[in-house]
């Protein structure tokens, strides 16, 4: 029995992977990765990777009037524009960011869909916290892509930082038979995607205080995604047994 589906009791299949340099591909990763748990023929898996530098636009955004300067804006900065199936606003990631897509089988997915935005939202900030990073669950004011169970960061003493700055973005897709929780943790170098996020979300006429956008390193100087991911694995095997594969 797991903190997240309290209805099944098997292991965790743990991926981590590298990025392919492609960011659609990458993508569509998960989502085959959500089909081939639906269809049983890959167990609950935690794929863990560091993306390319990418703008993941969400389906919202395409029709908006300013979404094809925004795709220009993340083009002469760097960032590859995707379209993602799950979640809400553009998010934006490169290689000091970890990209965690949980997949997991359930009879019925969507009865569980708040609850695991909820508890997973938590265990994410928890292991954020065990690096002394003061991390809470719940939207700040002004954030990129807003939702109630955001992770972000309070700065501490002697902090760079003066804001709240948002740290892990969360989405789901669900589908008959199978869930897919998919996360973005901004560990390292916040100043890429705060730039980027900036135009972008200027470039579509929507709000965004680009002080919410930060990096745990902003607030636990020289933390990593290497020691991130181990905080995070320490945290999920609390919680559930974990394979590595």
Request: glycine residues 10%; proline residues 5%.
């Amino acid at each position: 029995m797991s903190l997240w589906n309290p209805d099944a009791d098997h292991a965790l299949h743990v991926r981590v992977e590298e990025s392919s340099g492609d960011a659609e591909a990458d993508l569509m990763a998960g989502v085959a990765l959500l089909n081939a748990v639906r269809e049983g023929s890959l167990p609950a898996t935690l794929r863990i990777y560091r993306p390319n530098p990418t703008v993941a636009f969400g389906q919202r955004d395409v029709r908006l009037e300013g979404y094809a300067r925004a795709v220009a804006e993340s083009l002469e900065q760097g960032f590859a524009p995707v379209v993602r199936k799950a979640g809400g606003r553009a998010a934006a990631y490169h290689s000091g960011t970890v990209i965690v897509d949980h997949v997991e089988p359930a009879v019925e997915a969507m009865m569980g869909h708040q609850h695991r935005f909820k508890v997973l939202g938590q265990l994410y900030a928890d292991a954020l916290r065990a690096s002394g990073i003061d991390a809470r669950v719940g939207e700040i004011p002004g954030e990129y892509c807003a939702g109630d169970y955001s992770v972000h960061g309070i700065p501490g003493v002697g902090s760079m930082a003066r804001n709240p700055v948002k740290l892990v973005g969360t989405a789901q897709r669900v589908v008959s038979g199978a869930w897919l929780f998919s996360s973005v943790f901004v560990i390292e170098d916040s100043a890429p995607i705060r730039a980027v996020l900036d135009s972008v979300y200027r470039a579509m006429g929507i709000e965004m205080d680009p002080a919410t956008v930060g990096a745990a390193d902003d607030l636990l100087p020289g933390y990593t995604t290497e020691a991130f991911t181990k905080d995070l694995l320490a945290e999920y095997g609390r919680h559930a047994d974990l394979v590595e594969t």
